[in-house]
């Protein structure tokens, strides 16, 4: 057993000091912009947001732990985190967990040429490709539920606040 739960905590570890990275810059990032002057819609939902992914953690932590790593799901993973990078790199101070109000043009280079919201695309991947990578379907089903659920309200209050904002 000790052989073979490494893998699996190291994938698990992985994603939660990422997850943990993300929060200190995006708390970082929300700062420095309400300080000057941007401002957060959908607030009341953002808790229904950190507990769903709480949940998808703890069940990849719970479930996986021991189970071995599927090769091919773990190689999308690793393609989904180039488009992370992407992303973070293309917001730049701008990106958040939040829904956060700059009264600035909207990014439109990178990612963001092709699809409105890239990062929520990567979320809804990474929420089904992570789970198979320790074989656990019926998480990344459960859980591709919950966020879809999420996803509605959030796009919907996001593009409600951006709407002046597009060109």
């Known amino acids: 057993m000790a052989d073979t739960i490494w893998p699996s905590a190291l994938f698990v570890t992985f994603i939660i000091a990422q997850r943990l990275a993300e929060l200190a810059l995006a708390r970082r990032n929300t700062r420095r912009l309400v300080s000057q002057g941007a401002y957060e819609v959908g607030a009341d939902h953002y808790p229904l947001v950190v507990l769903m992914?709480?949940?998808w953690i703890a069940c990849l932590t719970v479930f996986g732990m021991g189970n071995a790593l599927s090769?091919?799901?773990l190689v999308g993973f690793v393609?989904?985190?180039?488009l992370r990078i992407c992303i973070l790199a293309t917001m730049g101070s701008r990106w958040t967990t939040r829904i956060i109000v700059v009264n600035e043009p909207l990014v439109a280079r990178g990612p963001f040429r092709f699809l409105r919201h890239p990062n929520y695309a990567l979320v809804v991947a990474e929420i089904i490709v992570a789970p198979m990578v320790l074989g656990l379907p019926w998480v990344a089903a459960i859980f591709t539920l919950l966020n879809a659920i999420i996803l509605s309200i959030r796009i919907r209050a996001e593009d409600r606040a951006l709407a002046p904002l597009r060109t």
């Open 53 to 55: 992914h709480a949940g």
């Open 71 to 73: 090769s091919p799901w």
């Open 79 to 82: 393609l989904l985190q180039l």
